[in-house]
């Protein structure tokens, strides 16, 4: 595409070596054969060949959001489409996200909210979700990965099956979800990816052994992408929340499971408090969001004094054990 500009000039920010284009920043006034009123931000790249492009940054941004039928996901949608975001909504369950759809309408008159059904163990469905987000939009800004469930027992009585199956949804289903929106970000030169891991990621505890070791898989993946990443100007964030309230123990393998007094609702954080950090998150390099000074106090104390934090697990367990049926 060819076009016309004048007075206009530029500037070339830090670009390590052999990363591709390096952007020149523009004011979209110089656009004057296109349509820049659909534009906050018009700028140029020159290519290694000396040759030039132009890359728009649109009025509309678009996050893509799985487990969005409920809790953080939900949450998160309703955040960002308050900030103006059009969002493209997936989970299995289509008649939660339907609703989840209409309410992010309502919020937000004239949102764009759309729906995709999605199990993300499935790598092909995580693409087609890309792409079809991809089809409607035109450019995906924000991968929020919140797909996830639990499972609770001891580490030595869990079935293989069960643990692979979660393996399948909380670790893959986020590795697919990474590997989906990568490109286009790279592409974009702009984007971030947000993995939803949980605070007992970074310290484990006892009946969570293998919900513990998928998350700490997850934050593992999330610090190696975050400095892979940066090149490409696409930022990627870990999100660890401590106990929320959402369906999680609703939906654990390995039910029926009781609930310790520590895990009482009044001491629950609210799914909102996260959906709203996510989406005041979003552009900002943050490496890692971790919720409550509890959880902070409990990462920090973990690497410090591990053996603290074993005494204060074997609370934790013993009080289970006491409250769980026989």
Known sequence: MFFQASHFSLSFPHRPEGTGPRPLWVRRTILSSLPVGMFKKAFIYVSDNGLLYARMEPELKVAIITGASSGIG???????????????LAARREDRLEQVAQRCREISAGAAADVAVTDVSDRKAVERLVDGTIEKFGRVDVMVNNAGGGMFGRVHEL????????????????????QAVAPIMVAQRSGHIFN??????????????AYCASKFAVCGLTDSMRVEMKPYGVKVTNVCPTLTATEFFDHSRMAPRAQSKYESPGKMMPASRV??????????????????VG???LVTLSTIWPRAVDWMMKIYHDDLVKRQKP
């Open 295 to 297: 959880g902070k106090f």
């Open 196 to 209: 939803v891991s949980s605070v007992i990621g970074k310290r484990g505890t006892p009946f969570h052994g």
């Open 74 to 88: 939900m949450e998160t949608a309703f955040a960002l489409v308050r900030r103006g975001y059009a969002v493209m």
């Open 159 to 178: 079935p293989e099956s069960e643990v692979r199956d979660l393996f399948d949804v909380n670790f893959y289903g986020v590795l697919y979800g990474c």
């Open 275 to 292: 959906g709203r950090k996510i989406a005041a998150t979003v552009g900002k390099s943050k490496p890692e969001l971790v919720f409550s």
